[in-house]
């Protein structure tokens, strides 16, 4: 936190959003981010995952739901993301 005219300003949080595989924990939900970015050699696009665990207080979501996430303080070992909004629906 930085102190600018005696007022706490705080950084920017990260925000990512990606596609629920799963949700059968209580309050925790698994949300996966596809990337398609290009090799840096042989130019080729590849595509990559990375899984987030997410708290869910409401458990809301579903599977297959596009979500908006935020990070936040470590809740447990290996949840520190959380639920912002639901982009869309899964059908």
Do not use: H, M, V
């Given at each position: 936190m930085i102190e600018k005219n005696?007022?706490?300003i705080r950084n920017n949080r990260k925000q990512?959003?990606?596609i629920v595989i799963s949700d059968k924990m209580n309050k925790?939900?698994?949300v996966s981010e596809v990337k398609k970015i290009k090799h840096k050699y042989y130019g080729k696009s590849i595509t990559k995952k990375k899984k987030y665990m997410v708290h869910d207080e409401k458990n809301?979501?579903?599977n297959g739901d596009k979500v908006n996430i935020m990070e936040i303080r470590?809740?447990?070992k290996n949840k520190c993301w959380r639920l912002v909004s639901i982009?869309?629906?899964?059908k």
């Open positions: 005696k007022k706490i990512k959003q990606g925790t939900i698994i809301i979501s579903k470590p809740i447990s982009l869309e629906k899964s």
